[in-house]
C-alpha cells in the first residue's frame, strides 16, 4: 500500500528539484559568493542548459548537486537538491556516493585531463560497475564493449586494454561519455563537453550526446557559454550571470522573445552570417 | 587593492609566512652572534682552563667547557664563523660555476648544450659525498680548499636549473619579440633573461647553504674536514659524542646550534621559493 | 625493456672507467704516498715497500698495469691492510652495507609512504600539521646528529639496543634507525606532495564522480601518480643508502664498506680508495637503471617513450 502511493508520488514528483542554491568561495580571506538563490526543476528525459559567461556559476552549481566541490574553500550556504526525493545536499557522503554512481552520470570539460592517464580505459570504465553492481569482470567487460560500441569507437574489445594518452580529444570525451551512461543513470551532467574540441569533433560529441540520451530516456544538464550549442541541444534554458539567475524560460521564449537586457545584449553579441546569397 | 610590482607581491607573501621570518630573524641573530660575539667574551677559542675541565654551565662559562677546560660558547661562535663561512663561500662558487656553465648551455643550445648536459649528467653519476671525500684527500685539509671542493660539486643541480629556466624563457613570445626588434645579444641576455633567472637562483641559493654546511660538519666530524685547534660545528659535535655520557650538553648545544641554523635556512628557502618561484619543483636536499 | 637495458648497461662501461681513471689520477696528484706516516719509516723500508708494490714505475705503467688487472675483476693489493686483497675487503665488508642500507631503505620507505598518503588527504588538519613540521625536523637532523642523540636517548637512558657492533639484532636497531629516519622524513615529504598534485587532479574528481569509495579513490586513482617521484627518489636513495652509510658505520663501529672508505681515505690506501670508489659508481648506476625500469612499468608515458 505505502509502497504503491511512493511511486505515485515518485511519478508526480520531478526529477530533479533544487531550491535556494547557494553556494560560496573564500578566496584571500574574503568571503565571495558565486551562485546566489538558485532554484529549478528538471523532469526526466528533460535537457536543461545553464548558460552563462565564465564564473557565473554554472560549474560550480552542478559540481555542488554532485557533492564534487572541494570544501573548504567552498561552501554550500544553503537550499536543497530534491533527486529522486533525497535532499542531495543533506545526504551522508556515502549515500551520495552510491547515488553519483548510480543515477547520476557527468561529462567533464577537458577529456585530457579527466581520464586517469595510470590505468586502463577498460578498467576505468568497468570500476564503476563493479562498485554499484553485483556483475562479475567477464560481464563488466562484455557491458564495456558494448557501450565503447554504443559511442561509435570501433575496436572496442582492443581499445578497452590501452591507456588513455593514446586516445584523440575526441576518442576520450567519448570514453568519458560512455563511462557517464555506463549504468543508465537517470541524469547526466555535461559540463562544457565540447569546450576543449575542434569545431568538427565538437558537432559529433553533441549529437552523440543528443542520440544516446534519447535512447536511454535520460535527463540532461547541460552547461555550455554557447548559445548555439545551447539552442539546439536544450528544451529549457536558465541564463546566469554572477552566479545569479538573469532569466529562465523554454529554449526558444529566451531565443525570440528575450525580456532581460542581458539576454538581449547575448543575443546580440552572437555573431551572425552577413546574408550574401 | 592598489596593484602591486611583483617584487611588492613576494615580499608580502613572504611577510605573510612566520616560519620564513622567524628563520630570517634566528639567521640574522646567529650570524651577528657569530660575527660579533667573540669580541665580548673574555675566553679564547684555544684558551685552556685546566681548574674547569668537563664543566657544565655556569656563570664563568655560559655553555659550559670541554674535555680540554675550553669555553664551549666561544668554540661555538668561532666554529659558527667557519660553517657560515663554507657555506657561503662554498654557494657562491656553486652559484658562479653553475649559472655560467647553465646559461651559457641554455642560451647556446644544439650541439653544445647536449655536450654540455651530458658531461653534468656524467658528473651525477659520480658518488657526490665520496668525491669532495677524495678531493679533500688529494688537497689536504684546508678549510679554503674544503669549500671550494664542496662548491666544485654543489654546482651540478644549480646549472641544471639555471639550463630548464633559460630554455623555458627562450620558448616565450617576449623574448622572440626582443629577437626580432634586432636588440643586441648582450642586452637580451642582460635586460631580458637575467632578470627572470633571479628566482630560482636566489631561492636554490638559499637551500643549497645548508645543504654544503650539512657537507662540511659531516666531512669535519669524520676528521676530514677543518683541522683542530680550529672549531667547526662538525668537530664539537664530534667532540660531544666522546663525551656524551659524561656531559651532555657538551653535545646538546652544538647540535642545537647547527640545527636550528639549518632548520631557519631551509625554512628561508621554502618561505623565498613560494614568494618567488611559486610553480618550482626545487625541493629541499636530502640529508646525508 | 631488454634493449633499454642492455644499452644503459654498455653506456655504463665508459662512466666507469671515466671515474676510474679520473680517481687514480687524482690520488697520485696528492701529496705524500701511502707510506707517508707520522711516525716516518726508514729509506730502506719505505723504499723496499715501493718496489713491492711497483709505486717506483711511472704513473703510466702504474696505470696500466692496474687497467689490467681491472679487466680481471682484480682491484690489487690493499695498502693499508697488509696481506690482504681489496677484493677480500670489500667482499666482506660490501654485505654489511649492503645489509645495513636495505634495511634502513626498508624503514623509511614503510614509514615515510603511509604517513605521506596519510598527512595528503588530512591536507590542513593536525595530523598533516604534525607530519609536516617533523619531517621538516627530520631533514635538519643529520645522522652523525641524530645517531649520537639515539645512543643517548634510547640505548644509554632506555637501554635499547646496542652503540657498537654488528652481530645480533639489537647492534642493527640503532644505526638502521640513524640512517632511515632521516630518509623516512624525505620520503614522507615527497609522498605527500605528489598525492597532493595528484589529488587536485581532475581525473580524482571524475574517479569520484564515479562514486567509488574513498579508499579506491586513494589506492586506485591517487597513488600510482602519487609515488612517481618517490620512486624517482627511492632508486638514487637507496644507493645513497649504501654509499652514504660511512658516518652511521664510523659512529656505530660497524665493519662495512663505508668506514674502510674513509679510514682509506686517512691512509691514502690508494687502491682501496679506487676498489670502493668503483664500486660505488656501479651501485649507483645499477640502482637508478632500476628505479627508471619501476618509472616505466609505474607510467605508462614514459613506457612508451623510454623504448
Redesign the interface.
Known sequence: MTHWILKVKLKLMPLLDVQHLSVSFVHNGQRKHVVQDLSFVLEPGETLGLVGESGSGKSVSCLAL?G?LPQPPAKVEGGRAFFEGIDLLQVSEKRL??????SM??V?Q?PS???????TIGSQLA??LI??TNMGRRAARLKCIEALEAVGIADAGVRLNE?P?VFSGGMRQRV?IA?ALLLNPQLLIADEPTTALDVTVQAQILSLLKTRQAALGTAMILVTHDLGVAARMCDRLILLRQGKVEEAGTAEAIFYAPQSLYAKELLAAVPTLPAIV | MSTLSPRQEAWMQFKANPCAVGGLCFLGFMMSACLIGPFFLVHGYAAQHFDAVNQGPSMRFWLGTDALGRDLLVRLLYGGRISFAVGFAATGVSLIVGLFFGAFAGYTGGKVDTWMMRFADFLYALPFTILVILLTVVFGRHFILLFVAIGAVEWLTMARIVRAQVLSIKMQEFLQAAVLLGLPRYQIIWKHILPNLWGPVIVYGTLTVPAVMLLEATLSFLGLGVQPPMSSWGILIHDGVTVMELCPWALLFPTLFFCLTLLSLNFLGEGLRDALDPQSKIETHAAT | MLQLIIRRLLQAIPVLFLIATATFFLIHLAPGGPFHQERPLSPQVLEALNAHYGLNDPWIVQYGRYLNHLLHGELGPSYGHPGHTVNELIAQSLPVSIELGLWAWVFSLIVGIPLGVWAAEKQHRWFDRVCSTVSTLGLCLPTFVLGPLLMLGLAVGLGIGNVCGWGSWEDRLLPVLTLGLVHAAYVLRLTRGGMLEVLNQDFIRTARAKGLSGWTVLFKHALRGGLLSVVAFAGPQLSALVTGSFVVETIFHIPGLGRHFVQAAFNRDYTLILGTTLLYGALIIVMNLMADLMQAWLNPRLRVSML
Open positions: 554532485l564534487l556516493g552510491k547515488i553519483r554512481g548510480q552520470g557527468i567533464f577537458d585531463s579527466s581520464l586517469n592517464p595510470y590505468l570500476e564503476g562498485a554499484h591507456y594518452h568519458m563511462m
